[in-house]
């Protein structure tokens, strides 16, 4: 499976089976980690079979059944740092996805669980990502026309639609899909956040630069 085959077949999954994570894609996806943590200086971190921070007792968090191991989204605090959470995150979705395993970004519906994981001096968790074999595959969310997700003065370009196209598969938080992409001169595209009330927009804004920067080919733009 492509990137752009796993950005159509994601859904977030909440339901997981007992069966743990193959030793051969820990190692592929903890590797990954290792890059993304020296490139960014984020501090992503695997959790395996810790079923506590998904495991709330009588209450019963967004649906969450069997997550025994999670990505802790951790890093520095600021717009920045979050736009890497995003981005460098919904890669290791996708490579997930390539590797026959499920995900789901968490920003509320978890709990920190002491000793799972490591914080240096001023970084904080942003989110966790669930991982492992769902029990099911997640469902498609409604896509919306993708007119409302750009701006251009002029006729887009085919690999500016495939971007947004790829980007509105993306998950986003609540799935409140706050962003818009402003096609500009000389193949340049900005990236924004549009107002929103639940938060999490550069996190978001970066995971679905992710999807746009695979979906229109990284050669055929510049970010402005
Ligand atoms: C930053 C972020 C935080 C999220 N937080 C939660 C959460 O706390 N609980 C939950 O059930 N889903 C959460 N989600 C998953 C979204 O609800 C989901 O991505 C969205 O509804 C779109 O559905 P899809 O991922 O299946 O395409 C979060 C997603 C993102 C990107």
Redesign the pocket.
Known sequence: MTELEAIQA???V?KYTEAPIEEAKVAIINNEIGKINALTGSHVQLVLDEPKAFSSGVLK????SGVRNYLVMAAHKGKEAEENI?YHGERLVLLAQTLGLNT???????KKIPGAFSLAEGEVVH?VIALGHGVNQ????TLKPIEKFYEADRAVPDWFKAGIEAAI???????QQKFKFILKDGDKVEAKTTFSVAG?TN??LG?VKCHFELGAGKDNFKWA
């Not at 968090?61 to 969450?64: L, P, V």
Request: with cysteine; proline share 3%.
């Open positions: 994601r859904h977030s909440r968090y967004g649906q969450f995003g789901c970004w968490v920003g509320l519906t978890y989110c997640g469902v498609a969310h598969l993306a998950p986003t938080a609540v799935n999490y996190i978001d995971i």
